[in-house]
């Protein structure tokens, strides 16, 4: 029986982003995907500078942002088209090295990271397999899935295996978790067009239209695609509500139907649900195996990236021994307590948003809720930090920008996948760093120091995935810090100093 150091069920963002990020570090990966192909309709249409960073460790952002429209932002209005709320995006640039957010099309993306992963010779790629068993035998875990393509039953082990297959998880079901409920379920309309040609009225920005009897948003995509989400009444069949002559005229305050071909039309059930236990031994899960989101806040699959950015460097160094006994487990724990408080925040603020968009009363409900000084509503994006787990110190969890070194190279396209330390350059001197571990300065970077006083440190430890392990202000509290810094999870790195 083959054995691969981890399994990822699911082919999906999540899925696929993992096995590049771990397969970077030099594991031996196996993914596991029911379907023939990827999903070739719209879903995900929004991520935000965060994730495309994580797309840039795995080597795609390059060719993914020709593929993105702008977003300026989200403005809530009422039936007559008054501003209730404005949600502006930052344009240009910011501290990730990327734009604040892009629209995109998900297949457009999926096509990107499967093409990249086809030449990977540490992931080993199934299709038409169907998962039906999975097994933590303490020291691996067993699973068989059916070859659909033969009709054979195949089994393989693998040291880890993690669920990113999807709200009806199977890898959830063996994990035996329940599911916190944040109380959000509603049915939603999603209907995809793309223009026949451009309507330059139908605006860039996304609109929510707040109206209590049938709240709704557009959403603009890249090129001719333009999506709008419709709530479904209690009363409304599905099935009948979703025919294209029913759904013309739910589009008629917008759009003609000579001016546009329907893509796609499903119902949705939003639902607002974090799973109670996202690690049990040897399983773990991650994307929407393990949370779902209503879609205010456009972060479904941006959290699911978020998972597995944080997951993928620590599994790397417990597979490859770095990282061993009560201490593996204690980091593999990590994963549950930083990133279950970042994706609730999230998506109780996407509940909140809900509320107020489907309340009578919305423009008082938003000025109340989001208060500025001119008595308007403003929102700002959140940036919640990660929950205690790996930090030291209070300013631990925050996740930094990318300084631009001398060269102009970003960062991370230098030091993927490492530690690293950016400091003033009167700290870093004399520093004595472990194998691996990356250093930039205020002299070798431009922007490092706009960088550090954003955080308000003289330096700071980056864990692999950006976030601080901890900040110093002394060149011993530097050293000290250090101190912590485990091995680095890609093999046979040699020391760089920036």
Known sequence: MKQYDVAIVGYGPAGATL????????LDVLVLERETAAYHLPRAVHFDAEVMRVFQWVGIADAMEPLTARHPGMRFVDRDGNLLLDWPRPPGIGPQGWRANYRFHQPDLEKLLRERLAEMKTVTVRTRADVFFVEDQGDRVELRFEDMSRGKVERIAAKYVVGCDGARS???????????????????LVIDVVLNKDKPELGDHSIQYCVP?????????????RRWEITVRPDEDSAEIAKPERVWELLSPWL?????????????????LVADHWR?????????????????????MCAGTRDVANLYWKLALVCQDKVRGAEAERLLDTYESERKPNAREYITTAVRLGGLINTCGTEAALRAALPTASGSARMESIAPPIGPGLGIGEKAGRLFGQPRLGDGRLMDDVLKHRFVVVAEQ????GLSLPTGVGLVTTVTSPDAAEHLARLGARAVVLRPDRHTLGCADTPEALAALVAHIPLNPVKSQEPEMI
């Open 426 to 429: 009167a700290l870093a001197e």
């Open 170 to 188: 199977i890898v959830r079901r063996y994990i035996e978790t329940g599911m916190e409920d944040y109380g959000f379920h509603e049915r939603w």
């Open 280 to 300: 049990k031994g040897r399983l773990l899960l991650a994307g929407d195996a393990c949370h779902q989101t209503p879609p205010f806040m456009g972060q479904g």
């Open 256 to 272: 003609k139907p000579e001016e546009a071909v329907l893509e796609r039309t499903a119902v949705y059930v939003f639902h607002s």
């Open 19 to 26: 096995a590049h990020l771990l397969g970077q570090c030099g």
């Open 213 to 225: 009897e049938r709240p709704a948003t557009y959403v603009r995509g890249p090129g001719l695609r």
